[in-house]
């Protein structure tokens, strides 16, 4: 596990991952980009479309292909996860990875499980 408590090691997509959305270049990509959607772009105003159901599948793969980025993953490597995991299928299991990865920045990592 690493030092950073922010950062989540989750088993997923056949492995063992670590999704950190509080590297310092994620940070930076947070800070200029953010997450759009409703009721703006910051990681908390993302957490509450996840907690009240109003998320959208882009805040989804987002979510999880920063968290993979700040955890270490090249780009190519996040987009290959994502193409094999989350796009095109059920949306579910992939909030719950998202929500986990997004929960981690507040909270740390509480609850390391397996996401499937």
């Not at 959607?37 to 599948?57: E, I, Q, W």
């Not at 882009?58 to 796009?87: C, K, M, N, P, S």
């Amino acid at each position: 596990m690493p030092d950073n408590k922010c950062a989540a090691t989750i088993n997923w997509a056949g492995g063992s991952h670590i999704f950190d959305l509080s590297h310092p270049w994620v940070w930076n990509v947070l800070s200029i980009r953010g997450l759009p959607g409703p009721n703006g772009s910051t990681p908390a105003a993302c957490f509450k479309r996840f907690d009240d159901g109003t998320y959208s599948t882009d805040d989804v793969e987002r979510v999880v292909e920063l968290g993979l980025i700040g955890g270490g993953a090249t780009r190519r490597e996040a987009d290959q996860l994502l193409t094999d995991h989350v796009r095109g299928k059920p949306v579910l299991p992939s909030y719950a990875l998202a929500m986990q990865v997004l929960a981690a920045l507040f909270v740390g990592d509480i609850r390391p499980e397996v996401v499937s």
